[in-house]
């Protein structure tokens, strides 16, 4: 299916997954803005600007990019232009020092969604995803916090980053 962006931009968008929601078939990657790569907010946000005009409506980032900085970006990047945009973000990653301040237990999954809330700006994240398998936490722990997001409106879908096929199975 062919759709026009607010520029006349051809994108034929596809389906995340077997959802009905629709996504360019580029996603921009959000990993190297903020310290990691380019510290200019400014130049960063005219970056995610660009690609919004040019019809891609998917953008991908992480709590743990440049410490949520890459967070705070896109989610200026998007302030008005919400709407627009399927954001994914992922936890997993340690965020501090602390014993709790990472992996996949239900404690550290809500804490950070909450995080990444208010860095993003905005009140759901489109695809919130497990960066990592964490082998110390049970896996139904880690998907009940994950559905219970979705439950309360926080997360619309779920997904998993960099996990191999046979842990998905």
């Known amino acids: 299916r062919e759709d026009r962006t607010r520029r006349g931009n051809v994108v034929h968008y596809r389906s995340l997954g077997r959802t009905g929601l629709r996504v360019s078939p580029l996603c921009l990657g959000a990993m190297m ?52 945009v399927v954001l994914a973000t992922k936890f997993y990653a340690p965020m501090g020092s602390g014993p709790n301040e990472g992996g996949a237990s239900r404690h550290w999954i809500i804490r950070e969604c909450e995080a990444s809330l208010r860095r993003l700006g905005t009140d759901h994240i489109d695809l919130y995803q497990m960066h990592r398998p964490d082998p110390k936490v049970d896996i139904d722990e880690t998907l009940a916090a994950m559905s219970d997001l979705v439950h309360q409106g926080k997360v619309r879908y779920l997904g998993s980053s960099t996990f191999p096929g046979s842990a998905i199975v």
């Not at 953008?59 to 896109?74: H, K, L, N, R």
């Open 33 to 84: 803005f903020g310290a990691w790569g380019n510290p200019d907010h400014d130049e960063s946000v005219a970056v995610i600007h660009a690609a919004l005009d040019a019809g891609i409506n998917f953008i991908d980032t992480a709590d743990v990019y440049s410490a949520g900085e890459s967070e705070e970006i896109v989610g200026k990047a998007i302030a008005g232009r919400r709407d627009e």
